[in-house]
């Protein structure tokens, strides 16, 4: 009977494991605010998700879901009409996972080859989680601002530094991400030429604020 090399299994067994958890470890995104997704995104549609097929290419194969596409706010010079998003099928590579037949999504992406691509990078959201300022945004006023920067600010002081920058401080607050700015304000490019943080209420004068604000 073959004796059993316990030298060679421990340590092949602790490099299975490191490599496992450099799988699990390996989907890490850097914060954005919901502008910020829009503007970097080829295509921004609201969709509902009818199905998914999983398609054996790569390690773990790429998710391809089948969508019916309610309103398209972005992307009309990529394509008319979206019938598939294409994922990777690991969340660790930074797959999304959406439910079949029970909501309509957010959807951001980039297209390569004609195909829809997302990822948990994106900015994917049920639509009814989302807030009125934010559904305003996407459907006109997030483009008003895709020519100013949101600068995140992770630690005190922070300041602008250019008369194109809004000062992004939902790290610093309490209930952390996704903070208020994200939620309620849109960065918005003024006649000046200056950027500054807008409310979205109804009189565009009374609700424009400085960059630092709030």
Same mark, same amino acid.
Not at 156 to 180: A, H, I, Q, R
């Given at each position: 009977?073959?004796s ?5 299994? %421990? ?5 299975? @494991? =490191?490599?496992?958890r450099? #799988? ?6 850097? $914060? ?5 997704a829009y ?6 549609i609201?969709a ?8 054996k290419?790569?390690?773990?194969g ?9 309103k ?12 598939? %998003? ?5 969340? @660790? =590579?930074?797959?999304?996972? #959406? ?6 999504? $957010?959807?951001?992406?980039?297209v390569?080859?004609g195909?829809?691509?997302?990822g ?9 989680r ?10 006109h ?52 030429g ?17 960059a630092?604000?709030?």
């Amino acid at each position: 009977m073959p004796s059993f090399n316990y030298a060679l299994f %421990i340590p092949l067994t602790v490099l299975c @494991s =490191l490599q496992i958890r450099q #799988f699990t470890e390996a989907c890490s995104c850097a $914060l954005s605010h919901p502008q910020d997704a829009y503007c970097n995104s080829d295509i921004v549609i609201r969709a509902k998700v009818v199905g998914k097929k999983l398609l054996k290419d790569g390690p773990f194969g790429t998710m391809r879901y089948t969508i019916k596409q309610m309103k398209m706010y972005k992307g009309f010079d990529k394509m008319q009409h979206v019938q598939h %998003i294409y994922t990777d099928a690991s969340e @660790s =590579l930074c797959g999304v996972k #959406f439910d079949i037949n029970k909501y309509q999504y $957010l959807i951001t992406g980039r297209v390569y080859d004609g195909k829809v691509y997302t990822g948990l990078c994106n900015f994917n959201e049920k639509w009814e989680r989302l807030t009125l300022s934010q559904k305003k945004g996407i459907n006109h006023r997030y483009q008003l601002g895709c020519n100013c920067r949101i600068k995140p600010c992770h630690y005190l002081p922070c300041f602008v530094t250019s008369k194109n920058e809004c000062l992004w401080t939902d790290m610093l607050s309490y209930f952390g991400y996704p903070g208020y700015q994200s939620r309620h304000y849109a960065c918005i490019q003024q006649k000046e030429g200056y950027c500054s943080w807008y409310r979205g209420m109804s009189s565009r004068d009374k609700t424009t604020i400085n960059a630092t604000d709030p």
